[in-house]
């Protein structure tokens, strides 16, 4: 069974430019959730979407965004980039909205900018 | 509100000893509890996780952690460690209802030394 999969690997942007990640979940997961590793600041929680719908944001400004498509995969959108947005961003997926499902992780799309 | 500590941004051992990795919690419900382990330039790969039932988890690659609500901790533990097992190890604690982002501790470096 194939793992959650991540594109691109890495990304290079300048200052202001937008950026777009995009990840698809493991077959049959319907909930998609985006964390940040920022250097220093630990893993942070993003996103959360589940049957298309943002069901909740983590402490980030607007230009942070995504959406998930009807075959559950999802992209985030980063706009107006910052210096600070440099970070590897990962992208989970579980089945159960509720309960005691677990987050598999995929390998990660390492933003840089410049 | 949810949040986890982990004690020891680097722990060293030397290849054959005990490793433990400490990890306490707080939650204002029943906590489900993960343990994740990062290799470098890679994402998580989830180790074990409790949500109900027995407090004594066995996990992937000789791992086990048990939960202890008393103490809120739900260390990590492998009997011998290995030369492979160098890794950062995070601990995560899960919402629900509504929540169920995964809120990270800081991450646990563990080195192995020959």
């Known amino acids: 069974e194939a793992g959650v999969t991540q594109s691109p690997t890495h990304l290079i942007k300048t200052r202001g430019q937008q950026a777009t990640l995009r990840c698809s979940p493991i077959?049959?997961?319907?909930?998609v959730y985006w964390y940040q590793q920022a250097l220093g600041l630990g893993l942070q929680f993003l996103l959360w979407?589940?049957?298309?719908?943002?069901?909740n944001r983590g402490n980030f400004p607007p230009r942070f965004s995504g959406r998930q498509f009807p075959n559950y995969s999802s992209e985030l959108n980063v706009n107006a980039l910052e210096l600070e947005d440099s970070a590897l961003y990962l992208c989970?997926?579980?089945?159960?909205?509720?309960?005691?499902?677990?987050?598999?992780f995929g390998p990660g799309t390492r933003l840089t900018v410049l | 509100a949810q949040s986890v500590t982990q004690l020891g941004s680097h722990v060293s051992v030397s290849e054959g000893a005990l490793v433990l990795l400490r990890c306490n919690y707080s939650?204002?419900?029943?906590?489900?509890l993960f343990w994740y382990v990062q290799y470098p330039n890679q994402g998580l790969q989830l180790l074990l996780k409790?949500?109900?039932?027995?407090?004594l988890v066995k996990g992937i690659n000789g791992f086990e952690a048990e939960f202890k609500k008393s103490e809120t901790s739900f260390h990590l533990t492998k009997p011998s460690a290995h030369m492979s097992d160098a890794a950062e190890y995070f601990c995560?604690?899960?919402?629900?209802?509504?929540?169920?982002?995964?809120?990270f501790g800081t991450g646990t470096r563990l080195t192995i030394i020959p």
């Open positions: 989970a997926s579980s089945l159960e909205v509720a309960g005691t499902d677990t987050q598999y």
């Open positions: 077959s049959g997961h319907t909930s």
């Open positions: 979407y589940d049957e298309g719908e943002e069901r």
């Open positions: 939650s204002s419900v029943p906590p489900y």
């Open positions: 409790y949500t109900t039932g027995a407090t």
């Open positions: 995560a604690v899960r919402g629900n209802f509504g929540n169920e982002k995964l809120t």
